[in-house]
């Protein structure tokens, strides 16, 4: 039996592993927990995230990957084996190939390091791509004629933004700016403006229950439970969209200049098509209601929430990954 070969959606706050001929077959958290007294790996993915916080001194539950890119180079590779391991797409005799996605800004070293980590899981020739072209394919694009496509990737860790053109990125930026910095922005504003503690989970459940990037509705809330700053004991307060708006505004708006950025150096008859054509969102972070009006009042052109926002870079590495295969039989 020959091996499988595999796209792999390595974010910061998913792993996404799509396999050819079969489609995304794992979707699960970029987490892995660690008991720090023997080093072992006590969990991996959404066993691992379920202890996010949790946890008692002896162990801890760690994101190998921070703001796109790998910060503990040993643990995402015992994530990427077990999760490799777990599809069973090794065969005795061969390893499949994997193609990775991977930030517009990121460094020669940083790349070694993700084909290093998915060489050593098992991968036979990996093959890297960068995330805003392959989300681009997945979300149904055709960024192979010679048109403008603009495509703003907003994932857990990075936010890129590209303009393509003929198969290539043509101006992008990429910004440490995305989910988990929405995140941070409210637990920071309830702490400021409540005086109460939470967590990075509570954060991420109020951003995806009432989160919204443009005119929120005052009557969504929700409950909300932490340690009250003022006797350290529990305590709960509600919410609701408009507060929530106010903490995430910050961030958005240095996504949208960062769009803004990205236009401006954009070749005039490529300008020209994006005005027909719009702009596509995808990622995690494009799901937050109402972000495809924000930017399209702030930017002037249309925008398209991609039918599959959290499943674009998936669904592309496996499109790219059917045209290597092709071409290594000719």
Do not use: W
């Not at 409950?223 to 708006?245: F, K, S, T, W």
């Amino acid at each position: 039996m020959m091996a499988m070969d595999i796209g792999i959606d390595l974010g910061t706050a998913n792993v996404l592993i799509n396999v050819r001929g079969k489609g995304i077959v794992l979707n699960e958290p970029s987490v892995v927990a660690i008991d720090t007294t023997t080093g072992s790996v006590v969990a991996v993915g959404s066993d691992a995230y379920k202890m996010v916080g949790r946890t008692p001194g002896n162990i801890r539950a760690i994101r190998p990957l921070k703001d796109g890119v790998i910060a503990d180079f040993d643990i995402t590779e015992a994530m990427l084996t077990y999760f490799i391991k777990k599809l069973n797409v090794k065969s005795f005799m061969s390893k499949p190939n994997i193609l990775i996605c991977c930030p517009t800004n990121v460094t020669s070293v940083e790349q070694k390091a993700i084909i290093q980590a998915a060489q050593s899981a098992g991968g036979r020739h990996v093959y890297l791509e960068l995330e805003p072209k392959v989300a681009a394919v997945g979300a149904g694009m055709d960024i192979f004629k010679p048109q403008g496509n603009m495509v703003i990737d907003i994932g857990g860790g990075t936010s890129d933004v590209a303009v393509l053109s003929m198969g290539e990125v043509v101006t992008s930026q990429s910004l440490r700016l995305a989910g988990d910095k929405m995140d941070a922005a409210i637990v920071n504003f309830v702490k400021q403006k409540h005086n109460l503690l939470i967590g990075e989970r509570t954060a991420e459940t109020i951003k995806i229950q009432i989160g919204a990037a443009y005119e929120p509705d005052v009557n969504d809330e929700i409950e909300v439970r932490g340690r009250y700053l003022g006797d350290g004991l529990p305590h709960e307060v509600i919410i609701n969209a408009v507060e929530v708006e106010q903490a995430l505004h910050s961030t958005l708006m240095s996504i949208v200049d960062a769009a803004k950025g990205v236009l401006e150096k954009t070749p005039p008859e490529l300008s020209a098509d994006i005005i027909d054509r719009g702009v596509m969102l995808t990622g995690g972070g494009a799901m937050l209601r109402g972000i495809d009006r924000l930017f399209s009042d702030q930017l002037k052109v249309p925008v398209v929430l991609a039918e599959q926002p959290l499943d674009s870079v998936a669904l592309g590495t496996g499109m790219l990954l059917e045209n290597i295969v092709n071409h290594q039989q000719y």
